[in-house]
């Protein structure tokens, strides 16, 4: 019985090793047989909020990194001096209609007259008359854009969230001067995530677009992301060639037993993401691309 006993147990080691030795090579062979590189971050896009008129911040209703749904109101700015600028418009849209029908009825009159007897009106008077009458006009189109704009920049003063998404970088409150198109906050639009994989350019020829891609947030190292390889970058910032001293060339010396291969990014599309995972804009990763066999 013993013998059967160490028999039995000598076997279950054997098979405990060759699976741990089977599962070893197979993930050594993952790595040898298809691209990878823990070279990589989450990106997404990110929209700098700015008011689109000046004034004082009047009320803030996120807070740091509060999730918001598109059209959700971000801040207000104080809309008094705007409510004036539109009462001042609507005045001088009606002061305008008002010369308007001054000046049509003016030269309705001198254009009866010339009708009757050309020789009481000089063409001269008519002319003059019939300008003032469409300068009038033009005054009543220009009054009227005046007042559009007045009322634009009314409804710019509560400033709302574009997409949907996460605030970020709130660092003003309550009678901070915003000013027009200077960025006051950040909102990270949570709907556009993907992943830049930068590997090296000796793997770009082993993959293409279309070919899926494994990648693993350092976060959520047990919770691989699938996705697929949505493009390969077609350019990098040179490291030499740019003027120097004198406007000459810099160029860095290159040593022939070490040449570092350049990085070329690489995004990938993410796929469904699981429920567990929050993804966040930086974040590090690793990214493997899976070649068909």
Do not use: C
Request: a negative charge; charged letters at 20%; hydrophobic letters at 40%.
């Amino acid at each position: 019985m013993k013998f059967f006993k160490k028999l039995g147990l000598g076997i279950v080691n054997i098979v405990l090793i060759a699976a741990v030795i089977w599962y070893a090579y197979q993930t050594f062979e993952e790595y040898i047989s298809n691209p990878w590189t823990r070279n990589g971050q989450l990106r997404g896009q990110v929209i700098q909020v700015a008011p689109r008129v000046s004034g004082p911040v009047i009320s803030v209703a996120v807070i740091d990194n509060q999730f918001v749904s598109e059209g959700d109101l971000l801040f207000e700015i104080d809309p008094e001096q705007f409510t004036i600028a539109i009462a001042q418009a609507e005045a001088n849209l009606r002061r305008s209609h008002i010369s308007s029908k001054s000046a049509k009825i003016e030269y309705d009159r001198l254009l009866e007259i010339f009708e009757k007897d050309p020789g009481a009106i000089s063409q001269k008077d008519l002319n003059r008359r019939e300008s003032n009458y469409l300068q009038s006009l033009s005054n009543i189109d220009v009054s009227n854009e005046t007042l559009r704009n007045a009322k634009l920049n009314l409804g710019y003063t509560s400033v709302h969230a574009a997409v949907e998404g996460y605030v970020s970088n709130i660092n003003f409150q309550i009678g901070t001067q915003a000013v027009a198109n200077t960025p006051i906050l950040a909102l990270v639009d949570s709907n556009s995530f993907w992943v830049f994989g930068y590997f090296r350019e000796s793997q770009i020829g082993r993959f293409k677009i279309g070919d899926p891609a494994k990648v693993t947030l350092m976060a959520y190292p047990d919770l691989p992301l699938h996705g697929t390889v949505e493009s390969l970058g077609w350019g990098i910032a040179p490291s030499d060639g740019n003027a120097g001293a004198y406007l000459l060339p810099s160029i860095k010396p290159v040593f022939q037993w070490i040449r570092l291969a350049q990085r070329i990014p690489v995004r990938i599309k993410l796929e469904e993401i699981p429920e567990d995972v929050e993804l966040r804009f930086g974040l590090t990763a690793s990214v493997m691309i899976e070649r068909s066999p």
